[in-house]
């Protein structure tokens, strides 16, 4: 009886975490990867990236949040319904020269996995 119960227990989390859905289930991105190209330094540049809701109820960004502080994302605060689209507004301040690569990670509600989605370029001299 007692492998029985594991047994069952074992099915009935396997089920549980297959039909867990994944960010890529509920949200399309316009691109995944924003190439801001030369970006004088000192000098904030914004990227929205659009998210389109390709689920069957309104997507909710539980979180928005980047890989370093000159990178800022602001998501928006009302939920994206089904079919519609909404932005993910990204503030990059180029402080030091050279290229750049940063992360930003998205969180929807009752997703738990975490969406990333990058910016990339080189900071120039501004002279």
């Known amino acids: 009886m007692k492998k029985i119960v594991l047994f069952a227990t074992a099915v009935f989390f396997s089920v549980v975490v297959m039909a867990q859905a994944k960010p890529d289930d509920v949200a399309k ?3 995944e990867n924003h190439n801001f190209g ?14 389109k809701n390709i689920g069957d109820k ?9 890989s ?14 089904p079919g519609g689209t909404g932005k993910l507004k990204v503030v ?6 050279g290229p750049l690569k940063k992360d930003v990670y998205v969180t929807f ?3 738990e996995q ?4 990058h910016i990339t370029g080189e900071v120039v001299a501004a002279n």
């Open 68 to 81: 370093c502080g000159c990178t800022v994302p602001e998501k928006p605060e009302q939920p994206i319904a």
């Open 29 to 31: 991105f316009n691109t």
């Open 114 to 117: 975490v969406k990333t989605v």
């Open 109 to 111: 509600a009752g997703v």
């Open 92 to 97: 990059f301040n180029a402080g030091t020269l």
């Open 38 to 51: 030369k970006i004088k330094q000192g000098t904030p540049v914004t990227y929205y990236f659009e998210i």
């Open 58 to 66: 309104p997507l909710v960004i539980a979180n928005a949040s980047a």
